[in-house]
């Protein structure tokens, strides 16, 4: 019987070819539920590229790719991740760590395709039907982070225990606080296109979540020789762009770079900077002023063997590093620390001497085989406003530069600074300290004809200025100074509506009928600096390539029309120190060449 | 569901109780009271559809965590009964004479977890890794990159590019950095 039922049984099947059947061709058209985690989609305008989706990605599911129209920028890769189906697991970890919150999951699960390669796509990019699906999976706010949305906080001194002295107010991380910031980072690099100085930010930054300190410092000093210095007063602009504060504060990278610095003695930097044995090359190269830019050229050149002569035109190195920034923001031993290293490496600095006077440029022509120059800006820029010549009327660099020297400076009762960038806030917090000290109160006035919001000066340097008790009234452009019986009253301003025009140019807008009167009997300016270049002679000048508004023209290794002489720093481009160090990095190398070309 | 979790704890010492809705609730159980309470669940509370059963690997802790999920279709009530067993030399009492289909989830957990249930039917048997020749692929210790790097092939025409690099090469490729230094000190 058996043997019938297997004989007749395939035939019986063939009843099933009229029935309906049970397995589907089209997807079922049920929605997921709403936070189910289905295709990928990415507002490619909020993404910055970062590429940490890529990173914790266990399938390796995601590349990062260029896209047309997506700009490599400042803060932006121009590139966006590129999802491969064939790999993903749909586990969402790529959402959960995404920097900028751009990248969820649509609920979206059915999609039908013949073609593989179309499982592989760019999310924002390559249009989707689940492209405006409101549902799936979102990252869990709050509470629901893989690193710390919180900076480390930075201990500092409290107002009242730093606004009558020049010591340091920020006292530096410890080690566990190091480590805790450190932890923050997500690696992605973002920052190092935007440093000046192009410096390894994620590499250095691991090498303190190693303690390895002194790898560290090595991964500093490729890019950056002044290390304690930027650890201290750099404006940061890699904090500005930092994938991590897109969701939360930016790595303190600055106080992780001091960090390095501080906890590396010395004594041992030439061992861990494997500058013990440098060969002499026999070629020689002049650098004038011993800035930022000055030094760090002296740096990388004498590394690659050159012997180095600075000449600096005051009793000590460092330029406005020593005597621009007040001693509470930059104590004295840290700069001696970075220049020592310099010297200790062969550099010679002669002081006190003065380029075009007591030695002529062509001089250091004869006698080098090359010369850089990076004397900075140090001429003060008056408003050229009614009673700015009177007595009591002061440039913010002149008072700075006699601070440091240690020469006593007129300081009166009531004083307005008229400025907005990081010098005025320097001027008016060291002038807020020494009032303290002779009058017992602060009566220090700081305007600018930027509203708050636009201020140049760095937004902490406002705060902490204004915890010192001095008064930041931003928005007004000086119109007068009242003098009356020789002494200064005070100043006139009006409400400025505009400082720049549509095309971005400088072109302040006034409302003249709003007008202010901050009494005074002390006014500084510190509305900019001009460079003082009288030392190149005529004869050079001529060979010196000048823009239409008076700015010498350098090619991309800072080489000036005359061959043999490079100019950098200040006068070129910034002002601040890490361009300074990257363009002298740079025109080292650039002298290298020069000199190498020359046989 | 309240009336029903303050019965279970006069017979049972119940921890972590969590109600995740007014009808769904999670608890924890040491694991040789854990089948007699489903088996309370199912015979007089009217739990009589059994859901799910799963695993969750705590390696950090040496503990596999088992959920037995189950439902009151009447009340519409789910209850998830947990419980952690030693991860070296797992094992768990089978539940297999409750419901049938225990015996399939039993034997996944054998091949995922290496979770052994002693008289389960078919629980040695290949479940979906037919001739799997590696540790079970659940447990966190499985290197599931090495894995894959070892045993497939990659996709043709993948490119990635490494952001501060691509940077570099965009907006600064002339520009000394790290490895440019370095040639200059050779």
């Not at chain 1, 405006?132 to 009242?160: I, Q, S």
Request: aromatic share 10%; hydrophobic share 30%; with cysteine.
């Amino acid at each position: 019987m058996g043997k019938i039922k297997d004989i007749l049984s395939p035939f019986t099947a063939w009843g099933n070819v009229v029935k309906e059947p049970v397995t589907i061709k089209k997807p079922i058209g049920r929605e997921a539920a709403p936070r189910y985690r289905g295709f990928h989609k990415n507002d490619i305008d909020t993404c910055i590229g970062c590429g940490t989706c890529e990173v914790i990605c266990e399938n390796e599911a995601i590349d990062l790719v260029p896209v047309d129209g997506i700009e490599t920028k400042d803060g932006d890769s121009g590139l966006r991740p590129m999802i491969d189906y064939g790999r993903c697991c749909w586990c969402a970890l790529c959402v959960d760590v995404c920097t900028t919150g751009s990248l969820t999951l649509s609920n979206e699960y059915t999609w039908v395709s013949e073609d593989p390669d179309e499982f592989r796509f760019i999310p924002g990019v390559d249009k989707k039907s689940w492209d405006d699906n409101e549902k799936g999976w979102k990252k869990p706010e709050p509470n629901y982070e893989f690193y710390g949305k919180k900076r480390v906080e930075m201990p500092e001194l409290h107002a009242e225990d730093r606004d009558k002295s020049f010591i340091e107010f920020v006292t530096g991380y410890s080690k566990q606080q190091a480590e805790e910031e450190a932890d923050r980072c997500v690696e992605c690099g973002i920052c190092t296109a935007t440093c000046p100085a192009h410096m390894g930010i994620p590499e250095y930054i691991k090498a303190i979540r190693n303690d390895d300190l002194e790898e560290g410092l090595r991964i500093l000093y490729e890019t950056n020789p002044l290390p304690e210095i930027c650890g201290r007063i750099c404006t940061h602009k890699c904090e500005d762009v930092c994938s991590v504060g897109h969701n939360g504060d930016p790595i303190s990278i600055r106080w992780l770079k001091r960090y390095i610095a501080d906890q590396n003695p010395s004594e041992k930097y030439k061992e861990i900077l494997n500058a013990e044995n440098i060969e002499n090359n026999g070629k020689k190269v002049a650098i004038i002023g011993s800035g930022p830019s000055g030094l760090s050229a002296a740096y990388y050149l004498a590394l690659t063997g050159y012997e180095c002569t600075i000449f600096e035109k005051l009793p000590e190195a460092g330029g406005m590093m020593r005597y621009g920034i007040p001693e509470y923001r930059l104590p004295y031993d840290q700069i001696d620390k970075d220049i020592n290293y310099i010297l200790s490496l062969g550099v010679d600095i002669k002081y006190n001497v003065n380029i075009g006077t007591d030695i002529t440029l062509d001089k250091l022509k004869k006698d080098y085989d090359a010369v850089f120059a990076g004397t900075g800006l140090h001429l003060g820029r008056s408003t050229r406003i009614p009673g700015s010549d009177h007595e009591n009327v002061y440039f913010a660099t002149d008072l700075l530069r006699e601070i440091s020297l240690g020469n006593e400076i007129h300081v009166s009762e009531k004083i307005v600074v008229i400025g907005g960038g990081n010098v005025a806030m320097d001027i008016t917090r060291s002038l807020a300290r020494l009032q303290n000290n002779k009058f017992g109160k602060v009566n220090v006035t700081a305007t600018s004809l930027e509203s708050e919001d636009i201020m140049p000066a760095d937004r902490e340097e406002v705060v902490e200025a204004r915890e010192e008790k001095a008064i930041i009234d931003p928005g007004w452009g000086p119109t007068s100074i009242e003098i009356e019986n020789g002494k200064i009253k005070g100043l006139h301003v009006q409400k400025c509506l505009s400082v720049f025009d549509e095309s971005g140019r400088f072109n302040p807008k006034f409302d003249e009928s709003n007008t202010k009167f901050f009494e005074a009997d002390m006014i500084v300016e510190s509305i900019g600096q001009g460079m003082d270049v009288e030392y190149i002679s005529e004869e050079i000048r001529e060979q010196i390539e000048f823009d239409q508004r008076g700015r010498i023209q350098v090619n991309d290794y800072f080489q000036t029309g005359a061959k043999w002489l490079f100019i950098g720093g200040d006068i070129i481009q910034g002002p601040d120190v890490i361009h300074g160090i990257a363009n002298g990095h740079k025109a080292a190398i650039g002298i290298d060449k020069f000199i190498n070309q020359n046989g | 569901m309240k009336d029903l979790l303050e019965r279970l704890n006069t017979k049972y010492n119940l921890t972590d109780i969590k109600y995740q809705r007014d009808n769904l609730v999670f608890l924890t159980i040491g694991k040789e009271n854990t089948i007699d309470l489903v088996t309370h669940l199912r015979d007089y509370e009217g739990f009589t559809h059994f859901v799910l059963l799963s695993c969750v690997d705590w390696i950090e802790e040496g503990k596999f965590q088992l959920t037995y999920f189950l439902n009151q279709p009447e009340r519409k009530y789910d209850i998830a009964i947990r419980t952690m067993i030693d991860r070296d030399n797992a094992e768990m009492v089978s539940a297999h004479h409750l419901w049938r289909q225990i015996t399939t989830y039993q034997r996944e957990l054998r091949e995922m977890y290496g979770i052994n249930f002693p008289g389960s039917p078919g629980v040695d048997e290949n479940f979906i890794l037919e001739g799997w020749d590696d540790i079970p692929p659940m447990r966190r210790e499985f290197d599931t990159k090495q894995y894959s790097e070892d045993t497939f092939f990659p996709r043709e025409g993948r490119k990635t590019h490494d952001p501060a690099s691509y940077m570099k090469e965009k907006l600064y490729p002339t520009e000394p950095t790290t490895d440019k230094v370095n040639k200059t000190d050779e």
